[in-house]
């Protein structure tokens, strides 16, 4: 009898231990990447004008990282990611993305796939009357592209998510110097976007700058690289004129393949960058030097800034590689306060457009002028009834120790840092360009507001600050919520 309490006794902890280990959370993991480029002319986004593509400068990619958590055959929670090389997530092509696909994943909660662009200024145009065309001429119209878009998408979701393994995960924070601040302020108090600073009346650049660089990596069962989800507070948006280019995601991705190999999938995300772009204000000459001494493009500069901090985080967090963490993923419809749009604001949009409607006919900048001041007309007209209330959909999930929230705006910098500051989370990792419900436009700060142009006016707020700290709290409520919920 003593004998077999001593076996039992020596035995319970093996036991214990082999229970434990059959009933951890596993994760899984899988990756993808679709090739989005159409191989003819399209008309190309991002500018007050339409312009019809002349050729490729890089092609342009949707990058899948699908997540699931399971503890033994319990299903925890799912998600799937999507950057794609897109200026902007248009209404309603999420919603129709997700209908497109959700007979091909079945299981899966198709509310927790997200779509995020990188916005770059060299993507094709997704809806059709977007710069008041009927059509463009030889060139694949908008209504023709986004059936390719959601096919090529689709392969790679499917791809991602029929191909998930067991695998972990690392994360870290690294920093490079790719957005800056791109409001100029002026002796008498105003501010302008990519304003000229080489002036007796330039005084100041408007806010902070962020440069930090949020790392996820992914890995195999042999701790092989597998993928990597990269947040910057940094639009890709060096490139303009008449060529397709996914900017400097381009110059990331290859260089990661040419370091940690081919298979490696590059998920890049636009951190809160709303007044940060990669469009320098000054020291232009000196860095414009740089480039040609090492024989770069400004998106190769860009992209080697990226890549080395990669490589510099991945080394440090190779040591602290897991494949047990806490996951979870809540979706959660959040409205906020619109932004009024007051009496002088209305009266100047307001003679802007009858203005413009007395013309024969618009083209280029006319029909931007009269498609942003007749919208706030409208908004003016409507909040006659009731109070504007601006809906959104907010992503927030947690892995491991990491923290992701996403929003679907161009959110100003010190909004980011605010839900930073306060996220419980050891790392926070922050994606903004999430396909919105409705248009989403810029969220300025109050100095911004006060010292006035392009992105802190009414025509491209639909929130402003008030509207901005309720995000700001919810973000940071949901993100609490999953660190007190969670099991430790």
Same mark, same amino acid.
């Given at each position: 009898?003593?004998?077999?309490?001593?076996?039992?006794?020596?035995?319970?902890?093996?036991?214990?231990? #082999?229970?434990?280990?059959?009933?951890?959370?596993?994760? +899984?993991?899988?990756?993808?990447?679709?090739?989005?480029?159409?191989?003819?002319?399209?008309?190309?986004?991002?500018?007050?004008?339409?312009?019809?593509?002349?050729? #490729?400068?890089?092609?342009?990619?949707? !990058?899948?990282? /699908?997540?699931?958590? @399971?503890?033994?055959?319990? #299903?925890?929670?799912?998600?799937?990611?999507?950057?794609?090389?897109?200026?902007?997530?248009?209404?309603?092509?999420?919603?129709?993305?997700?209908?497109?696909?959700?007979? @091909?994943?079945?299981?899966?909660?198709?509310?927790?796939?997200?779509?995020?662009?990188?916005?770059?200024?060299?993507?094709?145009?997704?809806?059709?009357?977007?710069?008041?065309?009927?059509?463009?001429?030889?060139?694949?119209?908008?209504?023709?592209?986004?059936?390719?878009?959601?096919?090529?998408?689709?392969?790679?979701?499917?791809? *991602?998510?029929?191909?998930?393994?067991?695998?972990?995960?690392?994360?870290?924070?690294?920093?490079?110097?790719?957005?800056? !601040?791109?409001?100029?302020?002026?002796? &008498?108090?105003?501010?302008?976007?990519?304003?000229?600073? !080489?002036?007796?009346?330039?005084?100041?650049?408007?806010?902070?700058?962020?440069? *930090?660089?949020?790392? +996820?990596?992914?890995?195999?069962?042999?701790?092989?690289?597998?993928?990597?989800?990269?947040?910057?507070?940094?639009?890709?948006?060096?490139?303009?004129?008449?060529?397709?280019?996914?900017?400097?995601?381009?110059?990331?991705?290859?260089?990661?393949?040419?370091?940690?190999?081919? !298979?490696?999938?590059?998920?890049?995300?636009?951190?809160?960058?709303? &007044?940060?772009?990669?469009?320098?204000?000054?020291?232009?000459?000196?860095?414009?030097?740089?480039?040609?001494?090492?024989?770069?493009?400004?998106?190769?500069?860009?992209?080697?800034?990226?890549?080395? /901090?990669?490589? &510099?985080?991945?080394?440090?967090?190779?040591?602290?590689? @897991?494949?047990?963490?806490?996951?979870?993923?809540?979706?959660? @419809?959040?409205?906020?306060?619109?932004?009024?749009?007051?009496?002088?604001?209305?009266?100047?949009?307001?003679?802007?457009?009858?203005?413009?409607?007395?013309?024969?006919?618009?083209?280029?900048?006319?029909?931007?002028?009269?498609?942003?001041?007749?919208?706030?007309?409208?908004?003016?007209?409507?909040?006659?009834?009731?109070?504007?209330?601006?809906?959104?959909?907010?992503?927030?999930?947690?892995?491991?120790?990491?923290?992701?929230?996403?929003?679907? $705006?161009?959110?100003?910098?010190?909004?980011?840092?605010? #839900?930073?500051?306060?996220?419980?989370?050891?790392?926070? $990792?922050?994606?903004?360009?999430? *396909?919105?419900?409705?248009?989403?436009?810029?969220?300025?700060?109050?100095?911004?507001?006060?010292?006035?142009?392009?992105?802190?006016?009414?025509?491209?707020?639909?929130?402003?600050?008030?509207?901005?700290?309720?995000?700001?709290?919810?973000?940071?409520?949901?993100?609490? /919520?999953?660190?007190?919920?969670?099991?430790?």
């Amino acid at each position: 009898m003593k004998r077999q309490l001593l076996l039992l006794a020596f035995s319970l902890p093996l036991l214990l231990s #082999i229970t434990t280990q059959a009933l951890a959370a596993e994760l +899984l993991i899988g990756s993808a990447t679709a090739d989005i480029t159409p191989d003819c002319p399209v008309p190309l986004t991002g500018m007050k004008t339409v312009r019809v593509s002349k050729g #490729i400068l890089s092609r342009c990619t949707a !990058n899948v990282l /699908a997540l699931e958590s @399971r503890e033994g055959d319990k #299903i925890l929670d799912q998600a799937i990611l999507v950057s794609c090389d897109l200026c902007v997530i248009r209404p309603g092509i999420q919603e129709g993305f997700r209908k497109h696909v959700v007979g @091909r994943l079945p299981g899966f909660d198709i509310q927790k796939l997200f779509l995020a662009a990188t916005h770059t200024h060299a993507a094709p145009v997704l809806l059709q009357d977007r710069y008041n065309e009927e059509d463009y001429g030889d060139a694949m119209q908008p209504k023709d592209y986004v059936p390719l878009l959601y096919a090529r998408m689709a392969e790679a979701v499917v791809g *991602a998510w029929e191909s998930r393994q067991p695998g972990a995960v690392a994360w870290g924070l690294g920093h490079a110097a790719v957005g800056c !601040n791109r409001r100029a302020v002026y002796s &008498d108090g105003t501010a302008k976007m990519y304003g000229d600073t !080489n002036t007796p009346a330039f005084r100041h650049i408007e806010g902070y700058e962020d440069h *930090a660089v949020d790392i +996820l990596a992914f890995y195999d069962r042999q701790k092989e690289l597998k993928a990597i989800a990269v947040s910057l507070a940094c639009p890709s948006q060096s490139v303009g004129g008449a060529l397709l280019s996914a900017d400097f995601w381009h110059d990331v991705r290859k260089l990661v393949h040419q370091r940690h190999g081919d !298979n490696v999938c590059v998920v890049g995300f636009c951190a809160p960058a709303g &007044d940060q772009a990669p469009n320098l204000l000054f020291r232009k000459k000196s860095e414009a030097r740089m480039d040609r001494l090492r024989g770069l493009t400004r998106t190769e500069e860009l992209g080697r800034r990226i890549a080395a /901090a990669l490589d &510099d985080v991945l080394g440090v967090i190779a040591q602290d590689i @897991r494949s047990d963490v806490p996951f979870q993923h809540v979706v959660r @419809r959040v409205e906020l306060p619109g932004c009024k749009v007051g009496d002088a604001e209305y009266a100047h949009a307001k003679g802007i457009c009858d203005d413009l409607d007395a013309k024969p006919a618009m083209a280029g900048p006319d029909w931007w002028n009269r498609h942003f001041f007749g919208y706030v007309v409208d908004r003016y007209e409507a909040q006659q009834k009731a109070d504007p209330i601006y809906a959104m959909e907010m992503h927030v999930l947690r892995l491991g120790d990491v923290a992701i929230a996403t929003n679907p $705006f161009e959110l100003y910098v010190d909004y980011g840092v605010q #839900i930073q500051a306060r996220s419980p989370a050891e790392q926070t $990792f922050l994606i903004q360009l999430a *396909a919105p419900l409705d248009f989403a436009y810029y969220v300025p700060t109050p100095r911004a507001v006060e010292a006035g142009g392009y992105s802190a006016e009414v025509t491209h707020n639909l929130i402003r600050p008030e509207g901005a700290q309720v995000l700001v709290d919810r973000t940071v409520e949901a993100i609490r /919520a999953l660190w007190s919920d969670a099991k430790q």
